[in-house]
């Protein structure tokens, strides 16, 4: 597996976390890939052999050439039906809503294709260009001319949703909602509003996925150990609660993710 990730230009910086690339040669005995939520949404290209997305332990679908995957809360699974070669656009929480006009729940829980987001003519002439780019650095360029152009066209997102996002990143996940509003009950109710629009889930679910993923780091790395250690670190009450949220957004126990063939692409995604 030849997994790579690339810096975004610095006008996209504050809205994009990075570019990667995903190369997996063809095998005779392909292995699901569980999925995890890390808060951002993706926006992906495929230009290998298809993909399956599981809808069921034994149901799938095959994923779109070009979508956008929204935010998701619970895992699902990935398998690859040949060669993978897969181009991605990872945006901070915040991020997409700056290049679209819909509102962002919409896309949660599924992949969109490109088209119905941005017009059929539109999507047809960016998935060739990327088809037809030499390389990952050729398909960044064509990438970014096409967002930061997005970008002058479409509403910026409203400054309270940066702001929380922003606290939280920073905080990974340790802020409350209610601290960061300094008890606001009327700023609560309208970031839970606009949250819904531009994020695609609740401040609160947003503050858990983050909170989980700085856990994640921790038990990919050295530090990864002693569960109790990153309970700690974490902020969780007890470790009883970080492996509950755990299972909640992996579908199984910190000790069953270490090591396990169906975890190999999200331990590379979110080492």
Same mark, same amino acid.
């Given at each position: 597996m030849d997994y790579q990730t690339y810096q975004p230009h610095p006008d996209l910086a504050s809205l994009i976390s990075c570019y990667w690339s995903l190369e997996v040669p063809s095998s005779d005995n392909p292995q699901k890939?569980?999925?995890i939520p890390d808060g951002k949404i993706e926006m992906v290209f495929i230009f290998g052999d298809d993909i399956?997305?599981?809808?069921?332990?034994?149901?799938?679908? @095959?994923?779109?050439?070009?979508?956008?995957?929204g935010q998701i809360l619970e895992p699902f699974f990935v398998e690859p039906t040949g060669y993978v070669n897969s181009f991605s656009i990872s945006f901070y929480p915040f991020g997409f809503a700056n290049f679209m006009e819909e509102p962002i729940k919409t896309l949660a829980n599924k992949e969109t294709p490109i088209e119905k987001l941005f017009g059929k003519d539109v999507a047809k002439k960016l998935e060739l260009e990327m088809v037809r780019a030499k390389d990952t650095q050729a398909r960044i360029t064509i990438a970014e001319k096409f967002l930061l152009n997005r970008l002058s066209q479409a509403a910026t997102v409203d400054s309270i949703v940066k702001s929380t996002v922003?606290? @939280?990143l920073a905080t990974k996940g340790n802020t409350s909602i209610s601290n960061i509003l300094k008890d606001d009950l009327s700023k609560r109710r309208q970031l839970e509003r606009k949250f819904s629009k531009q994020i695609g889930i609740s401040p609160k679910q947003l503050s858990k996925v983050i909170r989980l993923q700085s856990a994640l780091k921790m038990l990919l790395s050295e530090e990864g150990d002693n569960l109790t250690t990153i309970a700690y670190k974490s902020e969780y009450y007890d470790q009883a609660h970080f492996i509950k949220d755990f299972k909640e957004f992996t579908g199984i126990s910190p000790k069953e993710f270490l090591g396990h063939e169906n975890m190999e692409l999200s331990s590379a995604l979110y080492k």
């Open positions: 890939q569980r999925i399956k997305r599981y809808t069921t332990d034994n149901n799938f679908i @095959l994923q779109p050439r070009a979508f956008v995957l922003q606290v @939280l």
